[in-house]
């Protein structure tokens, strides 16, 4: 790697801070808490960091084209049941190194079902469900955001400065990020790219965060061969949209769902948004979908909440994740479970006292953050995601670079329009003096 990317430690914006104190660290670096990035509670990068903790599924293919595994020593019984024996996993090399993932067996697959208060249509509370077909696994994160990848000037995945964006967004409120999803610029990616930002973000977050990877492509093969590879990255589910420009027939998309479901041991969320796909999936078809084993939660980007609703009502064990940032607040109000947002890079607290407003049954007090919310959200998508979002972040100070053709930065007006709302909001994020 050139040494002018050596050093990454003053590519992002810092907040001003006072005097050194006596909070510095083990170095004695006084002004590592004034970065965004460090006032997360995650540990500090100065070592390998445990990854993921997603269940190896038992593969049946040969010793010559599987990784090497191996038990540790067995875990002190919980209070119930005894804990299997945690797999090791060697890992792709990472920065000339080979990493090793730990991936413990996760809980039993308890999730938390929306069920309405009487009285108020919109205030949820949540009680226990099973759903027998979801895979062990743990909190997946009702905030996630779909992370925009970084590249250096001359336009290669810039590894380093996705790795401090996700600890970012993560400090700024988010449970978890979408690496390499639709605002990732999952088509313009190579596989070998993907692979190793899953394997970089994961290494950077370990156990503290979700890292979700998009490896959904409108080949089945070719998806199955992503969804595996992000299994051995130690990635903690996997996002799978559609089935896209082909336009298949609702009963090609489910037969590419149960492929891919039975392929992993991971969590999938499926990704239902028509207006990039061609083909919107069927309230009947997401039902089968959902009674597929491994399949936990749909991301509805589609826009029509009656479509979701129905969903919601019908399928109480799947969890819905909004899929576009103007209809958080309504699909939460009919249960879903949250959101995977893009405006999450700048109002990711915003959002969260949204949804916590919402769960605790304020809706007054949520409808109020969500109508001041909905012109920027309107602005951050004047020429498309990512363009836009892309070029907020650059104007406040992060090093992303400019994104790849044919994803170009929004003109002059779009982006004067954009910046006064994200100025009008006063976010928590330094805007660099012009």
């Known amino acids: 790697m050139p040494s002018s990317r050596a050093d990454t430690s003053s590519a992002f914006p810092t907040r001003p801070t006072a005097a050194p104190s006596s909070s510095a660290g083990p170095s004695g670096d006084s002004n590592r808490t004034a970065l965004p990035w460090n006032r997360s509670p995650i540990p500090s990068a100065a070592g390998p960091k445990p990854l993921a903790r997603a269940r190896l599924r038992s593969s049946a293919k040969s010793s010559s084209d599987s990784p090497t595994t191996w038990r540790s020593k067995p875990r002190a019984p919980a209070a119930v ?68 990848t970084p590249y250096t000037p001359d336009g290669e995945v810039d590894y380093p400065h996705a790795r401090k964006l996700a600890r970012y967004l ?13 605002t990732g610029e999952a088509p313009l990616l190579t596989d070998d790219e993907k692979i190793r930002l899953w394997a970089e973000v994961k290494q950077e977050l370990g156990a503290g965060a ?61 990704y239902n948004v028509p207006t990039r796909t061609g083909i919107n999936m069927t309230v009947e078809t997401m039902l089968r979908v959902a009674e597929l084993p491994g ?76 109508r001041r919310l909905v012109p920027l ?16 972040l650059r104007q406040l100070g992060f090093e992303i670079g400019a ?7 929004p003109g002059e007006a779009v982006g004067a329009t954009v910046m006064a709302e994200v100025r009008r909001h006063q976010l928590d994020i330094p805007v660099p003096s012009r």
């Open 81 to 148: 049941s005894p804990r299997r024996f945690s797999r090791v996993l060697a890992g792709p090399p990472i920065n000339g190194r080979n990493v090793r993932y730990a991936l413990p067996p996760a809980p039993v697959a308890q999730s938390a079902t929306p069920r309405h208060r009487a009285g108020d249509p919109c205030a949820v509370h949540y009680v226990a469900s099973y759903n027998p077909g979801a895979p062990a696994m743990t909190e997946l994160g009702r905030l996630l955001t779909a992370m925009v």
């Open 170 to 182: 993560v400090s700024a409120g988010n449970d978890g990020v979408v690496v390499t999803g639709t």
């Open 210 to 270: 979700t890292v979700v990877a998009g490896a959904g492509t409108n080949d089945t093969r070719h998806s199955i061969h992503l969804v595996r590879e992000a299994e051995r990255a130690g990635i903690d589910a996997v996002l799978a949209v559609v089935p896209y420009y082909l336009r298949p027939p609702q009963e090609g998309i489910y037969q590419h769902f149960r492929a891919i479901a039975e392929s992993t041991s991971l969590p999938v969320i499926v």
């Open 295 to 370: 399949i936990v939660g749909d991301k509805e980007a589609n826009g029509d909440l009656a479509h979701s609703a129905e969903i919601i009502e019908r399928a109480p064990g799947l969890k819905i994740w909004s899929g576009n940032d103007n209809d958080n607040f309504p699909l939460w109000c009919l249960g879903a479970y949250g959101a995977i947002s893009v405006t999450g890079h700048i109002v990711a607290g915003q959002l969260k006292r949204m949804l916590q407003h919402s769960l605790a049954g304020r809706t007054a007090e949520a409808a109020v953050i969500h």
């Open 377 to 392: 959200t309107n602005a951050c998508f004047a020429n498309g995601s990512p363009s836009t979002i892309r070029y907020v």
């Open 403 to 409: 994104p790849r053709l044919p994803v170009v930065e």
